[in-house]
């Protein structure tokens, strides 16, 4: 039966390269199949779906999210969401942050939820990251995602969660992610937790930690750009340019 699926999908695999309209309604019929006998064809499926970015393909995905009875299905499915981001997905997937107990599927959610860059998918992350119904590793990668999306809105949310949480990995998440922000505020509040005696010393820490490393990660992309600029400039006392100094970043420019 194996070795069935595979031709099956070889064939698919092809089809859809030379005639992806042809293609698409015969994988529809496969999707919608609910024999366990078919379960490792519709995974296959699935990823071949995926290939064809279209609002059909993320219309089929999220049928799939939403009926398959099979749990790898489902998991596949949401994360290939991800690779055809659209906002037609956001409202899927944050009904499997709602509703699902599914930790894998809520994790690869998360990560569909981070590559649709929207306002709404955005708010999604934001409203997951404050619920207490979930698990706390979905939380955490709902904060460390909004760091890789730097915006004031999100800054800012996550300065206030800090405040309200008491969770110390949480807060160790919040600290990280707003330190990934190239923001001058996040800065600001990095050594406001610093200087705060009224937080623990382990967060304290961590905070100045952090903020030094973005003061060092600036100041290495100073010198090289000074360095493509000037590369006959000697190196001034003091100037941080990682192990090898600012003359190997000249070199390196040159």
């Not at 309604?25 to 078919?38: H, N």
């Amino acid at each position: 039966p194996n070795e069935d699926d595979d031709v099956r999908v070889a064939a698919l695999n092809a089809l859809l390269q030379m005639d992806a309209d042809q293609a698409i309604p015969i994988l529809k019929k496969v999707l919608a199949r609910r024999d366990s006998c078919s379960a490792t064809l519709r995974r296959k499926a699935v990823f071949l779906v995926a290939q064809k970015r279209s609002s059909e393909s993320t219309r089929m995905l999220l049928d799939a999210v939403r009926t398959d009875p099979d749990p790898e299905v489902r998991e596949q499915a949401v994360f290939w969401l991800s690779q055809v981001p659209s906002e037609e997905a956001i409202p899927a997937l944050d009904s499997i942050l709602r509703t699902s107990k599914d930790p894998e599927l809520q994790k690869k959610a998360v990560f569909a939820l981070s590559q649709i860059h929207s306002p709404k998918a955005s708010a999604a992350l934001r409203s997951l990251a404050t619920r207490t119904d979930v698990s706390d590793e979905a939380r955490e990668q709902a904060v460390f995602w909004m760091g890789q999306q730097p915006s004031p809105e999100n800054a800012q949310f996550l300065e206030q969660l800090y405040g309200q949480t008491s969770n110390d990995e949480l807060k160790e998440k919040i600290i990280f992610s707003l330190s990934q922000m190239k923001l001058p505020e996040t800065g600001k509040w990095l050594m406001g937790v610093a200087m705060n005696s009224q937080e623990s010393v382990d967060m304290r820490k961590k905070a100045l930690f952090c903020q030094e490393r973005r003061e060092a990660a600036q100041q290495d992309g100073d010198v090289y750009a000074e360095a493509v600029r000037r590369p006959d400039r000697p190196v001034r006392q003091g100037e941080r340019s990682g192990d090898e100094g600012a003359a190997h970043l000249r070199l390196l420019a040159a």
